[in-house]
């Protein structure tokens, strides 16, 4: 597991417009569908789940976001976007080098 916070512009003092959970996350080649999802594999972006999307509808944050991801038993982060919000409650699929970048185990 490891947490995840949006971060708003530097003007945004005070952090009002905090977004901060935690998610079990796996490989984006382990996201079920009939689609192929190599494509994510490519990027600097992450698919997170609805409830995120509606979360964070309710900050009124500016666009587009901007995450960081952290792994807290590694002491180990990164930053990333979002692509979709179309994950299982609870979960969050990120591409294999974001994993490895912030050393999460295989």
């Not at 490891?2 to 905090?18: E, I, L, T, Y």
């Not at 991801?69 to 976007?81: Q, V």
Request: glycine share 6%; hydrophobic share 35%.
């Amino acid at each position: 597991q490891f947490s995840f916070n949006v971060f708003d512009h530097p003007m945004a003092r005070g952090f009002q417009n905090r977004f901060s959970t935690q998610y079990r996350c796996y490989s984006v080649s382990m996201l079920a569908g009939p689609n192929d999802r190599s494509d994510v594999e490519k990027g600097g972006k992450i698919i997170m789940p609805p409830s995120a999307l509606d979360q964070l509808s309710r900050l009124n944050i500016t666009y587009p976001m901007l995450f960081k991801l952290t792994n807290k038993n590694s002491d180990r982060m990164t930053h990333c976007g979002v692509l979709e919000f179309v994950a299982d409650e609870g979960i969050c699929y990120l591409p294999h080098w974001v994993r490895n970048s912030i050393h999460l185990k295989t």
